[in-house]
Each structure stands twice: as structure tokens, then as C-alpha cells.
């Protein structure tokens, strides 16, 4: 399939939008620790700036078992920590696992069918 010049830029503009919104919402996650976020910010950075070998080296860093999640949730303020806080920042955990899983295939495909994927161009 032959793609207009509109076209690969709506697909990379997609994939970058994504790119970007998950970059301000692990920023302003405060339950996660310091050197999760850099990893996470690394790799979405990566994506954003079409580097590939980055990209992969982090998303792979970036793969945590269920039973890990609770190493990377920060416990500052012990008078606000109880089960449900542990409980919903495992959760956003969780979904930054499922959102780099999806920026990463959409990065993928868009570099598959409409060619380089260096988003910010």
C-alpha cells in the first residue's frame, strides 16, 4: 500500500502524540521511584527521536515481573502509605508496562508501513 506524504505524517503524528503524553504522565507520577522514571523517560525520549537500538535496549530494561512492581513504588510519607496506596501505584506501574508495550508495536508499525520513524520530523 502507497502512502500519501498527509498520510506518514498523521501516522508518525499518532505514534508521537502517544509518545509525548506518556512522557508528562510519568513525570507527574510521584508514586514511582527516580530510577524507574529516568528508564522510562529514556525510552520514550527514544522513541520520540526515532532511535531504535535505545528504543529496544530500554523497553527491554524496562520489563518487570509482577512480583518486582512493588520495588519500583516510592514510600516517602509513611503517615499516607497503607494497602490501597501500594495497591494503585502497582496499578500505574502496570499500565506504563501496557503503554510502553503499545507505543512500542505502534512505533513498529509505523516504521513497517509508512518508513522512518524519527516522530519529530
Known amino acids: 500500500m502507497t502512502y500519501t506524504k498527509q498520510q ?4 508518525r503524528k499518532q505514534v508521537y502524540d502517544l509518545a509525548k ?5 510519568v ?5 514511582i521511584n527516580n ?18 537500538k535505545l528504543a529496544t535496549k530500554m523497553y527491554k530494561q524496562l520489563d518487570i515481573k ?8 516510592v514510600f516517602g510519607n509513611s503517615d499516607k502509605i497503607n494497602s490501597e496506596y501500594v495497591r494503585i501505584s ?19 508499525e509505523c516504521d513497517a508501513t509508512v518508513g522512518y520513524w524519527k516522530l519529530s520530523k
Open 8 to 11: 506518514k505524517q498523521q501516522r
Open 21 to 25: 503524553s506518556l512522557h508528562k504522565h
Open 27 to 31: 513525570r507527574d507520577y510521584d508514586v
Open 35 to 52: 530510577s524507574y522514571k529516568i528508564k522510562y523517560l529514556t525510552f520514550v525520549t527514544a522513541i520520540k527521536n526515532g532511535e531504535f
Open 66 to 73: 509482577d512480583e518486582k512492581i512493588i520495588d519500583y513504588v
Open 90 to 108: 502497582c496499578e500505574i506501574i502496570k499500565h506504563l508496562l501496557d503503554a510502553r508495550k503499545s507505543l512500542f508495536k505502534s512505533a513498529m
